[in-house]
C-alpha cells in the first residue's frame, strides 16, 4: 500500500485554498493594467484630436482670407478652453496661437486666452 507523505498532503491543501485568490489576484491586475491602457489610449486621442484642430486652424489662418483666419482664431480660441486640450499641452497651443495669428487679427482677439499675467508680443522674432 502506498501512503502520501504529510508535507505533500500539507502543500496540496495550501495551494487548494490559495489557486482561487491567486485567480482573483491575476484578475485584478489584469483590470487594472487594462484601465490604465484605456486611460493612455484616451489621452493620445484626446491629443491627436487636438493637434488635428491645431494644423487645420493654422492652415486657415496662413491662408491670409478673412474668413478662414476667422475661422482658425475661433477655432483656437475653443480649442484653448475646451476639456480636449490636455494640461500639458495648453503652453505649446497658446505659445503657437500667438505666434501665429496675433499679427493678423491683433492682441485684442486673445483678450482672456490665458493668464492675466500672459505678456501679448507682437511682431516677428527677427525684429528682435
Known sequence: ??????????????????????????????????????????????????????????????????VGTDAGVVTLRSLMRSELLQPEDYDLVAALTAAVAIDRVGPAAYAELADEETEVVEGDSADG
Open 1 to 66: 500500500m502506498f501512503v502520501i507523505p504529510t508535507w505533500i498532503s500539507v502543500v496540496a491543501v495550501i495551494v487548494t485554498v490559495l489557486s482561487p485568490f491567486l485567480a482573483l489576484g491575476g484578475v485584478a491586475l489584469g483590470a487594472y493594467l487594462t484601465r490604465k491602457s484605456d486611460r493612455e489610449l484616451d489621452t493620445w486621442r484626446h491629443r491627436e484630436e487636438t493637434m488635428r484642430m491645431v494644423r487645420w486652424a493654422v492652415e486657415q489662418i496662413m491662408e491670409g482670407e478673412e
